[in-house]
């Protein structure tokens, strides 16, 4: 523990953090929430946006579908008790990313309530529980135009459906916020409910954390942080609230509930300034949108649709592709990566090497470019064809790891770029043998080296015969070939 | 109900309202206009509605729903792109500032 | 002679002059012509209208009468009809403001659904009409745009909040306009300026582009002079539409005239019947019993609706059209309904909060008023909407803050949805035994300008009558029955009937023998010839005075 300014700390207390999340996640709809608009990210400022998603006057709202069917699957999946008779409400504050100046949500009676999700962290299960789950439609963005110093509104997000997943105040640690996290991620991804890119916002997380003494009976007072889009930010958000909390709770302060934002550069939180009025959202039932009644056929239905979740597969894998439980654990550690993985499969056969390729080379990408699992975008296609062409023997590995290089960032057709590139395989032994013996001739010193007893030489050479070939020759034969040489020489 | 001046002061905040001290719909007029009618308001509890479900909808319509089909209905005969420009210039018309496609507010970000 | 063929045509009755049209007897443009001859005349004294489209409208009466020579709008009597429009329902690229600063210069990118639907009957819109602020008021008088005068006697107000739709309509500056009721809007100032006027049940009539008041209890319908038009007007309007969740679907069929049509029919035959047997007997048939049409028709007298506050001329009135419905054969009985004295109360508790949400959004961020100097968004807000607002439409947001604030949601709120459950249980129960409920549509006559003003609560009790009927989202209708003389002038009664949710036919069906009855029986002196021939009068009068005026 620390000191600070001399002071000293009392001794010995161990504190309990205690951290409940509220998740947002963007539904993966066509369209927005209410309107016929597409959720397309990006795209350029208010085009992707009409009079009811602006908040024009006099326009009313009609409810996407799939919206209700993604909501209740996760409800489902989380293993709530759905609510048949569920309603929307409007939930009334100012801000400019409002144009309507409420949110349409669910306050009164939400979609899913109590449910829970098992996590593991060093090897302990635990379930953390799910207070609710619950429709609203997102807000719009906010950016600063630096040259007038005023702020720029885009209502393109405006609209789109997103669920609020609440967790009970179970989880301890930032081990178990993550843990937590992936597992719903996982779910979301696997349901098809939502794509989950943390980057384009549509998984986002509220920490709502507290400390308090272990065996204390009563939680503390907790503060918020809003908005968190990455896992690691969030790990070290609750570390660095908690490392806070505790400070200030160890030199005779209090904690105040608040909002506070966290600042990941300078590790640590800031309070945000208070909004100027009082957080009074007015809730009552939205009365331009009908109540739902979900009926027990529907609501079987969505869940005999239900698709093949992520321990089902990881089984599976093992089972039907006999695939080790770690390859099968890291495939289906991300939908995108499973996915990929069967439809190459389907194409190509070779489930173990079709792994590796994803295991190691995608991850070692994905690694470099700082990217996740979810934005690879080659085609399976194009992975299984390079799989046959090192089959046939027409590549070789190092040919085809530099090949997979451009399938992953260009998605190019490894037969094409193998003849364009001519990067076929020199089966060719008589070519081989005149690039073997000009290497041999422009290097002495190394057959005499060889010769002499020096058997790395080989090593040498080989490479220089590769060079040569411009690695299109099959190393095999080429070490096979130039032993000969060597031998027969001698 | 006797309504403080707080409480209109509240109120007024929440409706994002600034009540004048001379004319119009005065803090004092609003004060008094609120006491009376939420007195008036108060006779309703003269009725017994114990057991009674709240009832925010009249009719029993229920599960309206549409399909999760782009429709961009302004657009019309024009490339798509082209139609949602069309599109953003008149959602951008009645606005009193704008800016790149935008509205434009007073500065919100710290 | 221009005046004659002018007079003529806007003395008819919405079918009729569409018959016309159709016929080729009178033009499009010459009808359009008539109603903006009026509109020109009288308009400065009543002041009906924000907006009068002169330009736009002879261009459209331009379209449908070419359209008509191609053979469209077959299987629409209302095609080359004039229309007026309240100003809260949107009309794409034309101003649309609700009466209000907020909005004002406000052009929607979109079209009302009713607007469409107008315009695929063939129908030509001469213009919007004046309104309370937001449709919050019963006079008219909270408009920006100043208050409307009841063309009966300038001196007092139109009702409202449609009391530009209901003043058009009266002082034939349009055959027909479309109002909005959110309790009582249409059916009141149609009482006070002698036109009938429809709420439709809740659902009927789409709400997408209606600016909400409070969205559950809005509902758009026709005013016009008589009963057909009414029931012309709604089956052009109603119906179900995707746009919005409120919309009751198709497997309600909208029609009406239907229904007039068989009393029709059985005026007819009981008039061939009577006229075989007077000949035989040689008797008069003025004085002979109308016929049974309403026969088995059981209509109820709430006795909450004649009690206190009922002006003793308005409630003789009333009575007096009762009787009549009785003589045509319908069964009258008094019943009660406990609950409806806390209709108001519930009403202003559910209006305010919704409206105090609906209204938020008037920001100066997106369309409308934004106030000239500010410094930093809470003040742009504040000072835009202190000074867009008018002072009822204040009032009612802060009513409607107050009861959805923390700590009192339940206490007002959630209160008031349970003292409109209870009034809807009222109204089912009392619709088992009756198939219609009659009432006056107001316990007074039109008041004076300024009269309500100064006294908001006294405002919202002249709703009294009207508001539960939003509440249950039932039907009503308000026919003129008569006059009640105040200092000196004969002033308009309306008379109420509500019905069952879905029960327009049954609407129709009575009120629509009641003004047969009217003026077959002679008892009451055609209320609009008279009108008629009183507004040109007082405008030739006029006309001449400022002639001779100005040749001095």
């Given at each position: 523990m620390t000191e600070r300014g001399g002071k000293q700390m009392r001794a010995n207390r161990q504190y309990e953090t205690v951290i409940g999340l509220e998740v947002h996640v963007e539904l993966a709809t066509k369209t927005k929430i209410f309107c016929g608009c597409t959720t397309e990210f990006g795209g350029e400022p208010n085009t992707h946006c009409c009079?009811?998603?602006?908040?024009?006057?006099?326009?009313?709202?009609?409810?996407?579908?799939?919206?209700?069917?993604?909501?209740?699957?996760?409800?489902l999946a989380m293993g709530c008790t759905v609510t048949r008779r569920c309603r929307f409400d409007r939930k009334n504050y100012f801000y400019p990313d409002l144009p309507k100046a409420y949110q349409v949500s669910q306050l009164y009676l939400p979609i899913g309530r109590n449910g829970g999700i098992e996590i593991e962290v060093e090897g302990k299960k635990k379930v953390i529980g799910i207070h609710e789950i619950h429709m609203e439609e997102d807000a719009g963005k906010l950016v600063h135009d630096p040259w007038e110093d005023v702020t720029l509104v885009d209502y393109n997000r405006c609209g789109v459906p997103l669920i609020e997943i609440v967790s009970e105040p179970d989880m301890r640690s930032a081990e178990e916020v993550i843990a937590y996290l992936e597992k719903l991620k996982l779910m979301l991804q696997y349901l098809g409910v939502s794509d989950c890119k943390m980057q384009e916002g549509s998984l986002r997380a509220d920490i709502n954390l507290s400390v308090r003494e272990l065996g204390a009976k009563e939680f503390g007072t907790r503060t918020e942080m809003k908005n968190m889009n990455s896992f690691k930010a969030i790990a070290r958000a609750v570390n660095g609230e908690r490392k806070r909390q505790i400070e200030l709770l160890e030199y005779g302060g209090r904690v105040v509930q608040e909002t506070r934002r966290w600042d990941d550069n300078k590790d640590t939180s800031f309070a945000m300034r208070s909004k100027e009025d009082a957080q009074d959202y007015r809730y009552f039932p939205e009365p331009d949108l009908v109540p739902l009644e979900l009926g027990e056929e529907w609501l079987a239905e969505l869940k005999s649709r239900q698709p093949e979740l992520r321990d089902e597969k990881r089984a599976?894998?093992?089972?039907?592709?006999?695939?080790?439980?770690?390859?099968?654990g890291i495939l289906t550690a991300s939908k995108a990566i499973a996915d990929l993985f069967e439809e190459t499969v389907a194409l190509c056969g070779k489930p173990k090497e079709v792994s590796n390729w994803l295991m190691v080379e995608t991850m070692r990408l994905l690694k470099e470019s700082e990217q996740e699992p979810e934005e690879v975008s080659f085609s399976p296609k194009n992975l299984a064809a390079l799989i046959g062409l090192l089959e046939e023997g027409a590549i070789n590995r190092t040919v085809a790891k530099e090949i997979f290089e451009q399938i992953f960032r260009k998605d190019v057709e490894p037969v094409k770029y193998v003849e364009a590139h001519g990067l076929r395989i020199v089966q060719d032994t008589g070519a081989l043998g005149e690039a073997i013996r000009e290497v041999l001739a422009a290097h002495p010193q190394s057959v005499a080296d060889y010769r002499g007893g020096k058997k790395k030489a080989m090593g040498f050479l080989v490479g220089q015969v590769m060079k040569e070939t411009k690695g299109k020759a099959d190393p095999r034969m080429v070490n096979q070939m130039l032993l000969e040489e060597l031998e027969g020489l001698e | 109900m006797k309504i403080e001046d707080k409480t209109i002061e509240y109120v007024a905040a929440l409706a994002k309202l600034e009540l004048s001290e001379e004319e119009g719909l005065t803090h004092e007029r609003a004060r008094g206009d609120l006491e009376r009618i939420l007195a008036y308001i108060e006779t309703m509890n003269e009725l017994d509605t114990e057991?009674?479900?709240?009832?925010?909808?009249?009719?029993?319509?229920?599960?309206?729903?549409?399909?999760?089909?782009?429709?961009?209905?302004?657009?019309?005969?024009?490339?798509?792109?082209?139609?949602?420009?069309?599109r953003r210039e008149a959602l951008l018309s009645n606005a009193p500032s704008q800016k790149e496609g935008c509205f434009v507010v007073p500065k919100t970000v710290e | 002679m221009e005046t004659m063929?002018?007079?003529?045509?806007?003395?008819?009755?919405?079918?009729?002059?569409?018959?016309?049209?159709?016929?080729?007897?009178?033009?499009?443009?010459?009808?359009?012509?008539?109603?903006?001859?009026?509109?020109?005349?009288?308009?400065?004294?009543?002041?009906?209208?924000?907006?009068?489209?002169?330009e736009q409208a002879f261009q459209r009466a331009k379209q449908v009468e070419q359209e008509l020579k191609e053979g469209k709008y077959a299987d629409s009597p209302l095609a080359g009809v004039p229309i007026a429009v309240k100003d809260n329902i949107c009309t794409k690229g034309e101003e649309t403001t609700c009466a209000s600063r907020i909005l004002a210069g406000f052009r929607p990118p979109y079209q009302a659904e009713v607007v469409d639907r107008?315009?695929?009957?063939?129908?030509?819109?001469?213009?919007?009409?004046?309104?309370?602020?937001?449709?919050?008021g019963s006079t008219t008088e909270t408009s920006a745009a100043g208050a409307t005068r009841n063309p009966w006697d300038t001196s007092r107000v139109p009702g409202g909040s449609s009391g530009g739709s209901a003043a058009a309509v009266a002082a034939f500056e349009a055959p027909v306009a479309l109002g909005s009721d959110t309790g009582g809007s249409i059916r009141q100032p149609s009482a006070f300026c002698g036109v009938a006027g429809i709420k439709p049940t809740y659902g009927t009539v789409s709400r997408y582009g209606l600016i909400a008041y409070a969205?559950?209890?809005?509902?758009?319908?026709?005013?016009?002079?008589?009963?057909?038009?009414?029931?012309?007007?709604?089956?052009?309007?109603?119906?179900?539409?995707?746009?919005?969740?409120?919309?009751?679907?198709?497997?309600?069929?909208?029609?009406?005239?239907?229904?007039?049509?068989?009393?029709?029919?059985?005026?007819?035959?009981?008039?061939?019947?009577?006229?075989?047997?007077?000949?035989?007997?040689?008797?008069?048939?003025?004085?002979?019993?109308?016929?049974?049409?309403?026969?088995?028709?059981?209509?109820?007298?709430?006795?909450?609706?004649?009690?206190?506050?009922?002006?003793?001329?308005?409630?003789?009135?009333?009575?007096?059209?009762?009787?009549?419905?009785?003589?045509?054969?319908?069964?009258?009985?008094?019943?009660?309904?406990?609950?409806?004295?806390?209709?108001?109360?519930?009403?202003y508790v559910l209006a305010s909060a919704e409206a105090s949400s609906n209204l938020s959004r008037y920001d100066g961020v997106k369309y409308g008023y934004r106030t000239a100097d500010y410094e930093g968004l809470q003040e742009l807000y504040k000072k835009t909407r202190s000074e867009?607002?008018?002072?009822?439409?204040?009032?009612?947001?802060?009513?409607?803050?107050?009861?959805?604030?923390?700590?009192?949601?339940?206490?007002?709120?959630n209160k008031a949805l349970k003292v409109k459950a209870v009034i809807k249980q009222n109204f089912d129960r009392a619709f088992e035994q009756y198939d219609l409920l009659l009432s006056p549509t107001a316990p007074n006559v039109a008041p004076r300008l300024g009269e309500s003003l100064a006294d908001p609560l006294k405002m919202y009790l002249g709703d009294i009558y009207t508001v539960a009927v939003n509440l249950a989202g039932l039907p009503g209708i308000s026919i003129p029955v008569g006059f009640a003389e105040k200092d000196g002038k004969r002033l308009p009664?309306?008379?109420?009937?509500?019905?069952?949710?879905?029960?327009?036919?049954?609407?129709?069906?009575?009120?629509?023998?009641?003004?047969?009855?009217?003026?077959?029986?002679?008892?009451?002196?055609?209320?609009?010839?008279?009108?008629?021939?009183?507004?040109?009068?007082?405008?030739?009068?006029?006309?001449?005075?400022?002639?001779?005026?100005?040749?001095?």
């Open positions: 009079p009811i998603c602006t908040g024009m006057p006099g326009t009313l709202p009609v409810l996407n579908k799939k919206v209700v069917e993604y909501a209740a699957a996760a409800a599976r894998y093992i089972r039907e592709y006999q695939l080790p439980a770690y390859d099968a | 057991g009674i479900e709240p009832m925010s909808h009249v009719f029993p319509l229920k599960n309206v729903m549409r399909e999760d089909v782009v429709r961009e209905d302004m657009i019309r005969q024009t490339e798509q792109m082209e139609g949602r420009q069309i | 063929v002018q007079r003529e045509i806007t003395a008819w009755t919405a079918l009729e002059l569409g018959r016309r049209i159709r016929a080729g007897e009178v033009s499009v443009t010459e009808a359009l012509k008539a109603y903006l001859d009026n509109i020109e005349q009288t308009d400065g004294s009543y002041h009906a209208y924000v907006s009068v489209w002169r107008l315009l695929s009957a063939g129908m030509v819109i001469i213009g919007k009409t004046n309104m309370d602020e937001f449709a919050m969205s559950s209890l809005d509902q758009i319908g026709p005013i016009a002079r008589s009963v057909e038009d009414l029931a012309a007007m709604l089956e052009i309007i109603s119906g179900w539409d995707e746009k919005d969740s409120t919309s009751v679907s198709s497997e309600y069929k909208y029609t009406y005239l239907d229904v007039i049509e068989a009393v029709k029919q059985a005026f007819k035959d009981e008039k061939d019947r009577k006229e075989l047997k007077d000949r035989n007997q040689g008797g008069d048939i003025k004085n002979a019993c109308p016929p049974q049409v309403l026969a088995g028709l059981r209509i109820g007298l709430p006795k909450e609706y004649f009690g206190e506050g009922l002006d003793r001329e308005v409630k003789k009135c009333v009575l007096e059209a009762a009787e009549a419905l009785k003589a045509l054969g319908a069964r009258l009985e008094e019943v009660e309904l406990p609950a409806i004295k806390y209709a108001i109360p519930a009403y867009g607002f008018g002072e009822e439409v204040k009032r009612r947001m802060l009513i409607g803050a107050f009861v959805l604030s923390s700590g009192y949601y339940e206490a007002y709120y009664v309306g008379l109420q009937l509500i019905g069952r949710p879905f029960g327009e036919r049954e609407l129709f069906q009575a009120a629509y023998a009641y003004e047969r009855w009217q003026k077959a029986s002679g008892e009451v002196k055609e209320l609009f010839a008279e009108k008629a021939e009183g507004g040109q009068r007082d405008d030739r009068e006029r006309r001449e005075a400022d002639e001779s005026k100005s040749t001095i």
